[in-house]
């Protein structure tokens, strides 16, 4: 079942550095438990926006809820403690640790092992357990990241362009475990690869110049002739 009330609302959202207007006036909703992607060609303005939302950058204007709290403002600790979880482009994992004790420094002290072993399985490194993070292929070292912010249980995840240098098997293997988080994390996925954004088949908001140009499911963003043009570097 999933509630009418948003997880996570934008309202009017900007971001200027000097006079340059890098996010302008975003105002979006997103559902709990679903997944969501926020696709645009490079310089959109994607990473500026999910830096507000995690409190790594300030808003200039607009305000950001989680559930009914206002978070434009608090620190990004504050927001990762609400239940916000981050992962970034490139993977910041304990190169130096096993998997299983990477997961041990990003979990809870009293986290259920169960749970733990049901986050491993999800992001397909229940083989891995003992290997050190440093020998991890990149795909399963993005992936490791991600296991990690799932430990934290959070309510949000936030993922920045997380099929960065990955193989298609690799990127297909994302995609197929991120739909499986539907019903249990909001998930946002920033993306600009459209062939991974069709595998998820997520709603779909479309940044370009910092606006948001098109929000709706993928399928119908796909045959929208603006975003086509956008991506086609026609405008
Ligand atoms: P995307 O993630 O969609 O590729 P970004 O959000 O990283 O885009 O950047 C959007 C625009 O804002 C780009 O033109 C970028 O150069 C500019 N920008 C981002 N961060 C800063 C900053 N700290 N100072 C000045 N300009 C910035
Ligand atoms: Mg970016």
Redesign the pocket.
């Known amino acids: 079942m999933t509630s009418n009330i948003p997880i996570l609302t934008l309202n009017n959202v900007s971001r200027t550095f000097g006079t340059f207007k890098a996010v302008t006036d975003v105002s979006e909703t997103f559902g709990p438990d679903e997944l969501n992607c926020i696709i645009g060609p490079?310089g959109a303005g994607?990473?500026t926006l999910l830096n507000m939302i995690c409190g790594t950058l300030p808003v200039s204007s607009g305000s950001i809820s989680f559930g009914e709290t206002a978070i434009h403002g608090l620190s990004g600790d504050k927001i990762a403690r609400l239940g916000i979880a981050r992962k970034f482009?490139v993977p910041s994992v304990f190169e130096s640790l096993t998997v299983f004790e990477n997961f041990q420094v990003s979990a809870p002290a009293n986290s259920d092992l169960a749970i733990l072993e049901e986050i491993l399985s999800t992001v397909n490194l229940v083989e891995d357990l003992d290997v050190t993070a440093s020998d991890l292929p990149h795909g399963k070292k993005q992936w490791l990241e991600i296991g990690m912010a799932l430990t934290m249980q959070p309510k949000v995840l936030l993922l920045?362009?997380p099929t960065a240098g990955l193989s298609a098997d690799e990127t297909s293997a994302t995609a197929k475990f991120l739909r499986g988080l539907v019903g249990k994390v909001t998930v946002v996925v920033?993306e600009h690869d459209m062939a991974f954004v069709r595998e998820l088949g997520a709603r779909t908001i479309v940044l370009h110049h910092g606006e948001v140009i098109a929000s709706g499911p993928f399928s119908e963003i796909e045959n929208n002739e603006f975003v086509r043009d956008v991506y086609l570097g026609r405008r």
């Open positions: 490079n994607k990473s482009q920045d362009e920033i």
